[in-house]
Nanobody, 127 residues
Framework: QVQLVESGGGLVQAGGSLRLSCAASGRTFSTNAMGWFRQAPGKEREFVAAISWSGGRSYYADSVKGRFTISRDNAKRTVYLQMNSLKPEDTAVYYC????????????????????WGQGTQVTVSS
């Protein structure tokens, strides 16, 4: 089992920045790919970004590419999502998720591939 706890959400004006953190506890973290997803009211959960177990590879949704950066610190068992140039359409609950498979080379954008989820953190961007 992996327990995930997100933090860092809040209210920010359009054009501003936030950094989300996701702290992991439990079984191994450093061998697992991690992802960020988000869900806006009335919409389905959507992929935002993913990072490989080593941090050497990352992948982003087109809607956030160039504005968001995913990173991880395996020693701290934490994954981050730096969000810059925020837009009102980025408003959502953001979730981090862990893939239970170890040392995989292909990053998944599908929520069904992730086995462990945090409780989410609200991000609200005002116009």
């Amino acid at each position: 089992q992996v327990q995930l706890v997100e933090s860092g959400g809040g209210l920010v004006q359009a054009g501003g920045s936030l950094r989300l953190s996701c702290a992991a506890s439990g079984r191994t973290f450093s061998t697992n790919a991690m992802g960020w997803f988000r869900q806006a009211p009335g919409k389905e959960r959507e992929f935002v970004a993913a990072i490989s177990w080593s941090g050497g590879r990352s992948y982003y949704a087109d809607s956030v590419k160039g504005r968001f950066t995913i990173s991880r610190d395996n020693a701290k068992r934490t994954v981050y999502l730096q969000m810059n140039s925020l837009k009102p359409e980025d408003t959502a609950v953001y979730y981090c998720a862990a893939d239970s498979r170890s040392f995989i080379s292909v990053l998944s954008t599908a929520s069904r591939q992730y086995d462990y989820w945090g409780q989410g953190t609200q991000v609200t961007v005002s116009s």
